[in-house]
């Protein structure tokens, strides 16, 4: 067994893959292997990989057909040997000390789960985000990942029994957020979390690639409703913890139906019905943008028209 498994789930990801790969094998850590997951690439990802697997012994490649990134990384961690899991996206990149400083972290601690810091790349500019996750108490680690901390597996090193002795699995229906949904399932559970507040990881926001984990689309946010379905399931033993931050997730949703380019009057009031009322009483927009509470508010009790005439007033105000 080695001591850390590296999933890069990979699609069309041909200009950013050599950056990424060459980072993942500069590490200064000797004990690890690197799993390439190409999900039915078209470009030339599926290529590189393979060249990569005969030249570099760290090196695995594992093709299927195009299923979406949790299916990517949920054959990645059935693939994985390591002590450890952490995963890096195909059009990102690491720094050569990672996996070193979170496995003596986690060495140190004995923790299941190392949780870190991490960058954002801008054309003209690097941002580090800041985790300052030290929570003690299972619930307050959970609401932080659901408000301000990173949901991905990126910047988190998990010891791997935590998930496969109970059975935890990427939820394969969802293609966005289904990082999020993992790492609460095995929070869940009571594993122990520390953090390293130390950053490795170069998280790619200017780059036009392709990559499975980039962009917007319908289907994503149909996965982002799953999503918020499947953590009512999870947390359904201790909800009351966790109401007042899901309420905020379905009117985010009910907020994005409204403004975006997949707006219909059926979708929007029969999505989280049961949050409409709470949402009209409760649910503040800031103050700059009280016209567009007042327009979903109008949609919420049945004045569509109106409310579509008061949102194109708010755009054409703004655009003035």
Excluded at 50 to 76: I, M, P, T, W
Excluded at 85 to 109: N, R
Excluded at 191 to 202: E, Q
């Amino acid at each position: 067994m080695v001591k850390v498994s590296i999933i890069v789930p990979i699609y069309n990801a041909e200009k950013y893959l050599h950056r990424c790969v060459d980072s993942l094998l500069a590490q200064d850590f000797s004990d690890y292997e690197i799993l390439l997951i190409d999900d039915g690439s078209l470009d030339a990802s599926s290529k590189i990989c393979d060249d990569y697997a005969q030249k570099e012994c760290k090196v695995k490649v594992f093709h299927q057909k195009n299923s979406g990134v949790a299916a990517a990384r949920q054959l990645g961690i059935e693939q994985a040997q390591g002590e450890y899991t952490i995963h890096v996206d195909a059009d990102d990149w690491v720094d050569a000390a990672m996996l070193k400083e979170l496995w003596s972290k986690a060495e140190d601690t004995k923790a299941d789960m190392v949780i870190c810091d991490y960058f954002e790349e801008y054309q003209n500019k690097t941002k580090r985000i800041l985790q300052n996750c030290d929570y003690l108490k299972k619930s307050e680690l959970i609401r932080a990942l659901l408000q301000q901390l990173h949901g991905s597996c990126c910047n988190k090193l998990v010891k791997r029994a935590c998930y496969n002795n109970v059975g935890i699995k990427f939820d394969t229906m969802v293609s966005y957020c289904e990082d999020l949904l993992f790492n609460v399932s095995v929070i869940q559970t009571g594993i122990k979390v520390v953090y390293l507040p130390m950053a490795f990881y170069h998280y790619d926001q200017y780059s036009n690639g392709t990559s499975l984990v980039k962009g917007m689309s319908i289907k994503k946010l149909m996965s982002r409703i799953q999503v918020i379905k499947s953590l009512e399931h999870i947390l359904k033993e201790d909800l009351s913890m966790y109401e007042d931050l899901l309420f905020l997730k379905k009117a985010k949703v009910k907020d994005d139906v409204f403004f975006g380019n997949y707006y219909s009057k059926e979708l929007f009031i029969e999505l989280f019905r049961e949050i409409n009322h709470q949402y009209i009483a409760n649910y503040r927009f800031p103050k700059d943008k009280r016209p567009l509470q007042s327009a979903v508010c109008l949609a919420l009790s049945g004045y569509y028209g109106l409310a579509q005439a008061l949102f194109k007033l708010y755009k054409w105000i703004r655009r003035a």
